[in-house]
């Protein structure tokens, strides 16, 4: 299995279950509903810490999160380096998208190498957004259908 395989998930009814770490409260509640508007359940973090803890508990829940988004820069608490690390450790398998509203970085240009699956630049393409997300549920096995809600 590569690293951007996942394990595999448990009883979702959602088009899939995504964790979405970002310092910014209003990017996190308007990405959040829009995901939520396509079918997906969108768990929120403030910093890596509070996203290490969520993650840790949907091990012991048996639901594995789909797909992870890490922001870059969190200022005064974990950034996407440093928690990518602990999931890897907690889950070897975890698919991680790196998001960041900067161009020019190190972690960007190699994000394999850190081990994410993808990048995504903020501010956000939705449209880029539902792709990146689908295809990495798609490697899964899973294909969720992504209709725009009436």
């Not at 768990?43 to 949907?58: F, H, P």
């Amino acid at each position: 299995m590569g690293s951007c395989d996942l394990i595999g998930t448990a009883g979702f009814a959602s088009r899939g279950n995504i964790l979405f770490m970002d310092d910014d409260g209003d990017i996190r509640d308007v990405t959040s509903e829009l995901l939520q508007q396509f079918g997906f359940v969108v768990a929120l973090a403030s910093e890596g810490s509070q996203a290490i803890s969520i993650y840790e508990k949907s091990i012991a829940d048996n639901a594995v999160f789909d797909v992870v988004i890490l922001d870059l820069v969190v200022p005064g608490g974990l950034g996407a380096k440093d928690t990518i690390a602990r999931l890897h450790k907690l889950n070897p398998s975890v698919k991680a998208l790196v998001a960041s509203g900067y161009s020019n970085d190190y972690i960007l240009d190699n994000y394999k190498e850190f081990g994410f699956c993808g990048t995504l630049a903020k501010p956000y393409n939705f449209d880029k957004l539902l792709d990146t997300i689908t295809t990495l549920i798609a490697q899964e096995g899973r294909t969720p259908s992504l209709s725009h809600p009436e």
